[in-house]
């Protein structure tokens, strides 16, 4: 990376105007006018001011949100050191647990002030709102702070009391900020400001450690040399005398940079007004008369339109107008202005640079001597006129959306399988069927001492089933069809063993058909394209962000898809906002550089709208041509792009089923990628059919695929599937009441002091306008628009383009946003009579909300004037309950239609699932399968312990039940010794030293693991021997040489050994079995036969 700082910084210390305000910044106090500056050229000039007078902090003030965080991206690539922000809240009353990161931001960069050291910020940058909000004065932010040091002496107890008094909440397990989990000696907390929960472990009142862990995982990843805890701000009396202004924490010798001081007054007073002059703001006159103490630097565009300035300082600085022709026009300008300038160019990564340098060098045969090629996002490109010096942002050469620096990797659960398990709810027993959950009881088994924790489950006519946690992996939830009670199975009778069968022929049924597809698609020759290339690279590696682990994946396996010589057939499946457009612009690319053409099928014509825009966007640097097919278009541009699909002058076209229609064809069609089928009519479904056995095609669903019908897909459809959502996307605020005009005056609001937009999706046309009207009522200061469906040709088009370009506050829309709208200025919607959707429905529509680094809100709206149906609330509720990211997952199989397992095999599927459970129906398609293939079964046999060992949780160790189930099922799960050393580190690290029946339960695990190598099946102690049930006597050999006591044999699957009574105690016992399972395993086939005298040694 070139040194932005060595290269930027010289070009403005030579202007002599620069030298002359350095100079003037020695002398304290004032105010300085600052004139001519555009661009990021303000950025630039605080960096090097900064960089000249190292004895001095800057703040830097702007009006609005957004211009806050481009500053930051400025001041950071113009070398700039140590800088921070002071966000302003995004949130209302009584949405306090939303803004926990923002408030620990806020209070982290006051306590770092109020004590300065090493890693105190020298340029703070600050939006004019921000300025406006209190933060606890000096003296009481030492009250909301505790800091927690490792071998420190502290209390576990003070410090609960400390969170709980500070407005934490306690969990069984933390997710995000503001929760906290006590387990005896562990306390777990997400602090506000962190990116990742911490982990403290204590002796007594001794700090052991403290460490961070992943939220997902729950593993602890580091240990750190301690933990500074911040209130959160429910906690807090914003309106009382204990607050004051952020200025109180700057130092005195403080410039103060304020870009644009008229519009940063303006937005001030607007927002104070907008607000009703809430308590929890000061004033801004307050705020402005504040700052007075302060050496002040009034940046404005032409001449002091503020205030009066005691020096003037004008630099000749301008715009860049020059690059707004197209591509190829553009670098011809860029190589003109090298002639005699020196050209700065900066890239968001190498991809960019590396492509960027290409096209130069095509153009120009060779790379000016003046132009220089830098990594780093600057925001507006500008030309500094005394020194003679172009800086030009990538984004604008190429006409992009400029893409947003990742400030945080926000911590955040992958899509998780597991689903929880209360008391209650339906479960199935793999052997007996259908029952009910009644809870964990922890009983004495039979005669013995010996206390083992049962899961009870309830049948038909209240009998009952206590099934030792050894066996809970024969136990799921039930999970059917939405809103439907099964009936419970008869426990002892024949008509679950019927069910079974009847769905078990069904899934065959369905596997052979789907494997018959499969095969004929194989035996069809398609296109094997070759290895990537340069560009292909180059082309990836410009991606603004960095990939996923599962989106490096998918990518492999789509391209080993389009090299193999039989056409792919794959569905991507991934939740909301999970990047499956990009995956499929890069499967685009690897195609049309091949030189054939590719079609986008998408549902409606706004989307169709919004990925031409995407694809345009992302593929501007290559000589790629792009068309789009819709009612947007006029029908003498629809006939010229299907004139130039079927010449081959188009690469990709866009569309939506028009591109189904007869008169549109491809001269060379190499792949199609269809976006959510499942909303194609069944007329359009039949052609995809075709459309598969011809040409490569990539299917993307926002509905995730669980990974339990994922593995028993393998082999009937190529899938892929996203599960980690990218890593600076946070979840969405949600919530469900009834519609409250003052909530949605406040909400709106807020979103327009942020600079922000609003969607209100309001699904009735005849009444759209009424709707409207009453908002443009409520909120009067709103620009409304309206957009439907039923709109005329063009009419729609405009609203979503005068949307798009900010042009109004508030859409008033019916569902045509729902598919994959991606407007990322739009971080509020309300979905009015939210009881009539479904829950996908909802939840895809949440989704269209907190794209951008701000947080996202939704609020679901329900009538006033009519009742709320059960099965509506259930789904309101579970969808305000999976807020979080990847919810999409527990939405899917809460509401369950089932979305995922009704696109995947057919809405008939439905009745077979509902009638045996997701889970068991997902076990017997993956059996058909491996049947149908000739392949084993993967599920080993289970080897059964009785060993008369106490072996449970105890509930004073870990006392919710749902933890306590998911380590039983864990447990059962150990397939490897690994596997149970991973589930070992796992217990001691979230819930600390365990206790003797824990220690026994992992040692069975591992005894178990360890005995089905040898193809033993059970052991069971009967005193005074232990009997061994084996499979195959020969094999186990090994297991019983020089076996430290009797050894005999009755029959051939039968081994006895007898100990003494002291060898029987548990600790004994399970050290003498753990040695004699652990030795090493036969190397090769002729010793896996044993001697003849050994059998007969056995029978003695």
Request: glycine letters at 6%; a neutral charge; aromatic letters at 6%.
């Amino acid at each position: 990376m070139i040194d932005t700082v060595q290269m930027v910084i010289p070009s403005i210390t030579s202007d002599g105007t620069f030298g002359r305000l350095v100079r003037r910044l020695r002398d304290d106090g004032g105010v300085l006018g600052v004139s001519g500056l555009w661009g990021s050229s303000a950025p630039m000039l605080v960096a090097a001011l900064a960089a000249a007078a190292a004895d001095r902090p800057f703040v830097y003030v702007t009006a609005h949100l957004d211009e806050a965080d481009e500053a930051l991206d400025d001041l950071e690539t113009f070398g700039a050191q140590r800088i921070a922000l002071l966000p302003a809240w995004e949130t209302l009353p009584g949405e306090g647990s939303s803004s926990g990161e923002i408030h620990g931001e806020r209070l982290r960069l006051c306590a770092s002030l109020r004590q300065p050291g090493p890693s105190t910020p020298r340029v703070i940058v600050t939006p004019a709102q921000a300025l406006l909000q209190r933060v606890p004065s000096p003296a009481s932010l030492d009250g909301q702070t505790l800091t927690i040091l490792p071998g420190g002496r502290q209390a576990r107890e003070e410090v609960i009391r400390w969170l709980v008094d500070r407005g934490f909440e306690r969990l069984d397990r933390v997710e995000s900020p503001g929760d906290f989990a006590w387990r005896g000696e562990i306390i777990d907390v997400f602090a506000p400001g962190r990116d990742q929960p911490v982990r403290l472990e204590f002796l007594d009142d001794q700090v052991e450690s403290v460490r961070e862990f992943d939220v997902g995982t729950q593993r602890s990843t580091q240990r750190i040399d301690g933990l500074t805890l911040l209130a959160m701000p429910k906690s807090v009396d914003w309106a009382g005398e204990h607050t004051t202004a952020a200025t109180a924490y700057w130092p005195e010798n403080t410039v103060v940079v304020i870009d644009r001081p008229g519009d940063v007054q303006e937005l001030a007073q607007t927002v104070w007004t907008r607000l009703n002059r809430s308590s929890r703001l000061m004033e801004p006159s307050d705020v402005l008369r504040s700052l007075s103490r302060f050496t002040q630097i009034h940046i404005t565009r032409v001449g002091m339109a503020y205030g009066a300035a005691d020096d003037v300082f004008h630099f000749d600085v301008r715009s860049l107008t020059r690059f707004e022709g197209k591509t190829d026009a553009a670098i011809g300008e860029l190589c003109a202005a090298a002639v005699d300038h020196r050209v700065i160019v900066y890239c968001h990564n190498d991809g960019e640079r590396s492509r960027l340098r290409e096209l130069v060098e095509a153009q120009n045969r060779g790379i000016p001597t003046n132009m220089e090629f830098a990594i780093g996002v600057v925001r507006h490109g500008f030309e500094w006129t005394a020194a003679r010096t172009l800086v030009v942002p990538h984004h604008e050469l190429f006409h992009r959306t400029p893409a947003r620096r990742l400030r945080r990797a926000y911590a955040s659960r992958p899509l998780d399988a597991s689903l929880e398990l209360s008391t209650g709810d339906y479960v199935v027993h793999v052997l007996h069927g259908i029952a009910r959950f009644r809870g964990m009881k922890t009983m004495q088994k039979g005669d013995s001492n010996k206390r083992v924790e049962f899961m009870t489950l309830e049948f038909a006519d209240r009998a009952q089933l206590h099934v030792p946690t050894t066996q809970i992996d024969l136990v799921h939830r039930y999970i059917g069809a939405a809103g439907v009670r099964p009936a419970l199975s008869k426990l002892g009778g024949t008509r679950w063993k019927t069910t079974t069968d009847r769905v078990s022929d069904a899934v065959s049924d369905l596997a052979e058909s789907l494997l018959r597809v499969q095969a004929a698609r194989t035996n069809h020759e398609g296109i094997a394209y070759p290895p990537d290339t340069n560009w292909q690279r180059e082309f990836e590696e410009s991606f603004a962000y960095e990939d996923t682990e599962d989106q490096t994946t998918v990518v492999r396996e789509i391209k080993g898809d389009l090299t193999r010589p039989r056409p792919m057939d794959r569905l991507l499946c991934g939740d909301v906002g999970y990047g499956k457009t990009e995956l499929a612009i890069r499967a685009a690319f690897k195609v049309v550089e091949y030189g054939k053409q590719v079609a986008v099928l998408v549902p409606t014509t706004v989307l169709a709208e919004q990925h031409y825009r995407t694809f345009t966007e992302r593929l501007a640097e290559y000589p790629f041509s792009i068309g789009c097919l819709s009612r947007f278009r006029s029908a003498k541009e629809q006939k010229t792009l299907i004139e130039h699909a079927k010449k081959g002058q188009i690469d990709i076209l866009i569309g939506t089923h028009r591109l189904l229609s007869a008169d549109v064809s491809f001269r060379d069609l190499g792949m199609v990628v269809i976006d959510e089928e499942q909303r194609f009519g069944v007329e359009h479904k039949e052609r995809f059919k075709h459309v598969r056995s011809t040409v490569d095609v990539l299917t993307l669903s926002a509905t995730p695929i669980p990974r339990t019908l994922h593995m028993a897909m393998v082999g009937l459809r190529d899938i892929s599937s996203l599960q980690t959502p990218p890593m600076d996307r946070r979840s969405i605020a949600t919530r469900v009441l009834p519609f409250d005009a003052d909530t949605v005056r406040s909400a709106v609001l807020r979103e327009m002091n942020r600079d922000g937009q609003v969607y209100f999706v309001h699904n009735v046309v005849k009444n759209i306008q009424t709707v409207a009207d009453q908002i443009a009522q409520l909120v009067p200061e709103a620009r409304i628009i309206i957009g439907h469906g039923q709109m005329k040709e063009g009419a729609l088009e405009r609203v979503m383009h005068a949307f798009v370009n900010r042009q109004a506050d508030v859409l008033v829309a019916t569902t045509i946003i729902e598919s994959g709208i991606d407007i990322p200025n739009v971080n509020t919607i309300f979905i009015n009579q939210a009881d009539r959707f479904g829950l996908a429905d909802l939840h895809q529509l949440r989704g269209r909300v907190g794209r951008s680094a701000h947080r996202g809100y939704c609020y679901f709206l329900l009538p006033a004037s009519r009742p709320v149906t059960d099965k509506a609330a259930k789904r309101l509720k579970a969808i305000e309950e999976f807020s979080d990211l990847g919810a999409g997952f527990r939405i899917a199989m809460r509401d369950l239609e089932i979305r995922g397992a009704g696109n995947l095999l057919g809405p008939e599927q439905s009745g077979h699932i509902a009638a045996v459970g997701y889970e068991m129906y997902c076990q017997l398609l993956e059996r058909s399968v491996r049947r149908i293939r000739g392949e084993p079964e993967t599920h080993a046999e289970k080897v059964h312990l009785e060993l008369d060992i106490p072996a449970f949780i105890p509930r004073s160790y870990m006392a919710s039940e749902r933890t306590r189930v998911d380590i039983y099922r864990r447990v059962a799960a150990c397939a490897t010794p690994s596997d149970v050393q991973q589930l070992e580190n796992d217990i001691r690290d979230e819930f600390g030293p365990y206790p003797d029946a824990v220690r026994t339960l992992v040692d069975l695990a591992e005894i178990r693991t360890m005995a089905a190598r040898w193809g033993i099946r059970a052991i069971n102690l009967t005193r005074p021997d232990v009997v061994f049930t084996i499979a195959a006597l020969h094999a186990a050999q090994p297991v019983f040489t020089d076996a430290p006591g009797t050894v005999r044999s009755p029959d051939a699957t039968t081994v006895h050994l007898r100990l003494k009574p002291v060898q029987l105690e548990p600790p004994t016992l399970l050290a003498i079995l753990r040695k004699m399972l652990s030795r090493p395993a036969p190397g090769d086939e002729t010793s896996k036969r044993p001697p003849a005298n050994f059998v007969a040694s056995l029978a003695r």
